[in-house]
Nanobody
Framework: QLQIVESGGALVQPGGSLRLSCAAP????????IGWFRQAPGKEREVVSC???????EYVDSVKGRFTISRENAKNTVYLHMDNLKPEDTARYFC??????????????WGPGTQVTVSS
């Protein structure tokens, strides 16, 4: 049964930092591409970043230079370190076994997500 748990979200001031964690208790975790997605109120869910099983990383333009994705396969965990947070980063953040929304949606499952709010 698919299971994903996101954590680390919080209320933070503009310019602040957070580290999100994505725990995925599955066998062969190291063989999966893992993506971080976010959804702001009234907006569609969008991909933010992805780390391939090879270690290659990808970022949406709006977070390049501010966010860093990494993985620790021994702990079945992917992290998203976010620096210089902006109010427009406010959203609920989700991770998934995919780097595109199309593929993630095919699983017909999303974890609970974790809320990031950037406000003074």
């Amino acid at each position: 049964q698919l299971q994903i748990v996101e954590s680390g979200g919080a209320l933070v001031q503009p310019g602040g930092s957070l580290r999100l964690s994505c725990a995925a208790p599955t066998a062969h975790f190291g063989g999966y591409d893992i993506g971080w997605f976010r959804q702001a109120p009234g907006k569609e869910r969008e991909v933010v970043s992805c780390i391939r099983h090879s270690g290659t990383t990808e970022y949406v333009d709006s977070v390049k230079g501010r966010f860093t994705i990494s993985r620790e396969n021994a702990k079945n965990t992917v992290y998203l370190h976010m620096d210089n947070l902006k109010p427009e980063d406010t959203a609920r953040y989700f991770c998934h076994y995919a780097c595109t929304l199309h593929v993630a949606t095919m699983y017909n499952y999303w974890g609970p997500g974790t809320q990031v709010t950037v406000s003074s």
